[in-house]
């Protein structure tokens, strides 16, 4: 509920959109670096599954699949990035409001559904 309200404070109401500019390539990098870096997933990629796949040479080998590993992420980053940006000026030209709109109804019910979902019993 808290995004939600911020986010209707920021723009103004739903559906329209940041109130500002969106920044530079630079500025979006860096707050997906710090982001990814801080993924808990991303860690455990890295500390849990990843060493499975490095041959025992030594620590280079390991700082190339890290490498590659990063790369194929960048990659997935940059695909993701285009297709939403693609997505975000079809919906704008088209008057996506609607659309923005139904989606946090979505997230709120599924926010109110969670509240009311009672946890698993506890195996002994």
């Not at 695909?79 to 996506?96: D, E, F, I, T």
Request: glycine letters at 14%.
């Amino acid at each position: 509920m808290r995004m939600v309200i911020s986010a209707l404070r920021q723009s103004g109401g739903i559906g329209e959109g940041p109130a500002g500019p969106a920044g530079t390539v630079a500025r979006a990098f860096r707050t997906e670096a710090i982001t990814a870096g801080g993924n808990p997933k991303t860690i455990l990629i890295f500390a849990a599954f990843l060493p499975q796949f490095v041959p025992a040479s030594g620590p280079a080998a390991f700082i190339e699949v890290g490498a590659l590993f990063l790369l194929l992420e960048f990659c997935a980053i940059a695909v993701y990035a285009s297709v939403g940006a693609v997505a975000s000026l079809k919906l704008a030209a088209r008057g996506g409001r609607w659309i923005t709109g139904m989606l946090g109804i979505a997230m709120i019910g599924f926010g109110a559904a969670l509240a009311f979902v009672e946890a698993p019993a506890q195996r002994r």
